[in-house]
């Protein structure tokens, strides 16, 4: 408790990053309960559908993350022209990412939905909500691009106010256009498509005029996109690449988690997209702090205070597991006071119950694993260990493990989600390990370590 000036940049960081947090599980619980009024099979295509769009998020975060590790540190280093060019780097990544993204989405949106599921109505509904939502793909990477990086120099109170806008433009256009108010037709899954594009529109407004008119931190100017900087290059390749390769996979990753769940039945589905809403909203406060271990160990170690950066890691290691007990108590005791809210049978709501007992198990070892594998040792430079647990764990322990209990032997719901989480057991205790070792503590910011 000594450190003083640690917790007031936690809350100064974290608070307004939990509470963008919540505002977007707040646009994530409104669609899941609108789009519910239209029958589960709707609510299951616009969640297996996201899920190709929850794949393109993972890019532009491992992008943003990869760029923060450079950023981060250069801000500690008061280092604003490399700080510039990283983010003319990350500029032109997303948005290459984005015009792919934007190709597949609209090209093949019918094969794309096939690998999730094999029910022909969810693949037809999941299909019409892509080709739409897939057009603000650009602007979307771009804006979350930017967002991250903001964080890394300390910024975070605009994000968390473009938040809440589209929170609100989100939230009436739904309900003008789901629904088919003020004289609008009812377009069902549709609607709530073009809200979301209309609201990323929004967002990418907002961040552009303030990027390039208010922010007076990083100052800047549209001339560094049409420049390129080997130095800077080079250090992303050997430190921001492996986070990007690492969020890459576990999006594969995922990805193939919602497959396996497909082929369970859109029952399955469906349940587990309210478990998942509920966990995210008992981790806003965890995603805070973990953005704000990343931030705050990115810049002290740029200011080379090497033994401040292990004693705040280790308090961020504490703070981890007392916030993954508070969640797990939440989701045990609230699961059924929340999955009343929702209109769904029977048979969804003891599912939906049996992964909520799971995931409040799970979530002390996710937490554990977030803030230091996106927090703490991602700031401190090690992104190639990192890079290598995310492709052990996942791939060649929970994927497998996931298919088996799932898929062959066709065993209880909560054990077959406890299969496809199992990476987040190991791997927590296996970072735990590597923070101790200290050799996680890497400075990228300075010409040595080239």
């Known amino acids: 408790m000594k450190d003083?000036?640690?917790?007031?940049n936690i809350l100064k960081i974290s608070i307004p990053i939990a509470?963008?947090?919540?505002?977007?599980?707040?646009?994530?619980?409104?669609?899941?309960?609108?789009?519910?009024k239209f029958g589960e099979i709707t609510l299951s295509s616009a969640a297996l559908a996201n899920q190709f769009c929850f794949m393109f998020l993972i890019i532009n975060f491992g992008l943003g993350g990869g760029i923060g590790v450079l950023s981060g540190q250069f801000w500690g280093n008061k280092d604003i022209i490399s700080i510039n060019k990283v983010l003319s780097l990350l500029i032109k990544l997303s948005f290459s990412f984005g015009v792919l993204f934007l190709l597949l989405g609209q090209v093949f949106p019918y094969k794309i939905m096939s690998i999730y599921t094999n029910?022909?109505?969810?693949?037809?509904?999941?299909?019409?909500?892509?080709?739409?939502?897939?057009?603000?793909?650009?602007?979307?990477?771009?804006?979350?691009?930017?967002?991250?990086?903001?964080?890394?120099?300390?910024?975070?109170?605009?994000?968390?106010?473009?938040?809440?806008?589209s929170f609100?433009?989100?939230?009436?256009?739904?309900w003008v256009f789901i629904f088919g108010n003020l004289g609008m037709p009812s377009l069902g899954i549709k609607g709530a498509a073009l809200s979301?594009?209309?609201?990323?529109?929004?967002?990418?407004?907002?961040?552009?005029?303030?990027?390039?008119?208010?922010?007076?931190?990083?100052?800047?100017?549209?001339?560094?996109?049409?420049?390129?900087?080997?130095?800077?290059?080079?250090?992303?390749?050997?430190?921001?690449?492996?986070?990007?390769?690492?969020?890459?996979?576990?999006?594969?990753?995922?990805?193939m988690v919602s497959v396996i769940m497909g082929q369970m039945g859109s029952d399955m589905v469906f349940a587990n997209s309210i478990s998942s809403v509920v966990l995210q909203f008992t981790n806003v406060f965890l995603m805070g702090v973990s953005n704000a271990s990343g931030v705050i160990i990115g810049n002290t170690i740029g200011e080379k205070e090497y033994e401040l950066t292990y004693f705040r890691a280790?308090?961020?290691?504490?703070?981890?597991?007392?916030?993954?007990?508070?969640?797990?108590?939440?989701?045990?005791?609230?699961?059924h006071f929340i999955v009343d809210f929702y209109n769904v049978t029977?048979?969804?709501?003891?599912?939906?119950?049996?992964?909520?007992?799971?995931?409040?198990?799970?979530?002390?070892?996710?937490?554990?694993?977030?803030?230091?594998?996106?927090?703490?040792?991602?700031?401190?430079?090690?992104?190639?260990?990192?890079?290598?647990a995310d492709v052990l764990f996942l791939w060649i322990v929970s994927i497998p493990l996931g298919y088996l209990a799932g898929i062959v032997y066709k065993l209880p719901y909560g054990i077959v989600l406890i299969a496809l989480k199992f990476d987040e057991i190991i791997k927590s205790t296996w970072c735990i390990s590597r923070l101790f070792s200290k050799k996680w503590i890497k400075n990228v910011s300075t010409k040595s370590e080239d």
Do not use: H, W
């Open 346 to 388: 029977e048979s969804t709501k003891s599912i939906a119950y049996s992964l909520m007992n799971s995931t409040s198990f799970l979530v002390i070892f996710m937490s554990v694993s977030s803030v230091l594998t996106k927090g703490v040792l991602r700031a401190g430079g090690d992104t190639k260990f990192l890079m290598i």
């Open 314 to 335: 280790k308090i961020f290691l504490v703070l981890a597991i007392i916030l993954g007990c508070f969640s797990s108590i939440v989701i045990f005791v609230l699961k």
């Open 19 to 36: 509470m963008q947090s919540l505002i977007n599980v707040g646009v994530s619980m409104t669609d899941t309960m609108m789009l519910g």
């Open 196 to 255: 979301t594009l209309i609201a990323r529109i929004f967002e990418f407004s907002f961040v552009c005029f303030y990027l390039l008119k208010l922010d007076k931190k990083i100052c800047f100017k549209l001339k560094y996109l049409f420049e390129f900087d080997k130095e800077i290059f080079n250090k992303y390749l050997k430190v921001g690449a492996p986070v990007l390769v690492s969020d890459i996979i576990l999006g594969f990753g995922s990805n």
């Open 168 to 174: 609100i433009i989100n939230g009436f256009l739904n």
């Open 119 to 165: 029910e022909t109505e969810v693949i037809n509904q999941g299909a019409q909500y892509l080709k739409i939502v897939s057009l603000s793909f650009i602007l979307q990477g771009i804006s979350t691009t930017v967002n991250i990086l903001f964080r890394t120099v300390k910024t975070v109170k605009p994000a968390l106010l473009v938040s809440f806008i």
């Open 4 to 8: 003083k000036e640690l917790y007031k």
